[in-house]
Nanobody
């Protein structure tokens, strides 16, 4: 099982980006999915999360500007980022709580490889 993130890039302050993260492999179900970010020299923090039922949670710093969503049929989570600020610059990682088959029924937190978002002032 792996997560593949995409959509990062360079954008000016005030602009928008949409990140995508698709899970692949022998997946039985996915519970919570989320986006985290890590700026240089800082810890990795939760940006937003979404349950399988669609309930969402956001960090205070992105509330009202970012929207997380998911397509359960495609095992994909999205992060629509608007009104971007230079302080949003970070590597963004997706993560998912996945039940999958790996010779046995397994469950674990799977992380994507990260995608860099750079917001210029």
């Amino acid at each position: 099982v792996q997560l593949q993130a995409s959509g990062g890039g360079l954008v000016q302050a005030g602009g928008s980006l949409r990140l995508s993260c698709a899970a692949s492999g022998t997946i039985l179900s996915i519970n919570d999915m989320g986006w985290y970010r890590q700026a240089p020299g800082k810890q990795r923090d939760l940006v937003a999360s979404i349950t399988s039922g669609g309930s969402t949670n956001y960090a205070d710093s992105v509330t009202g500007r970012f929207t997380i969503s998911r397509d359960n049929a495609r095992n994909t989570v999205y992060l629509q980022m608007s009104s971007l600020k230079p302080e949003d610059t970070a590597v963004y990682y997706c993560a998912a709580d996945v039940r999958y088959w790996g010779g046995a029924l397994l469950r674990g937190d799977i992380w994507g490889q990260g995608t860099l978002v750079t917001v210029s002032s």
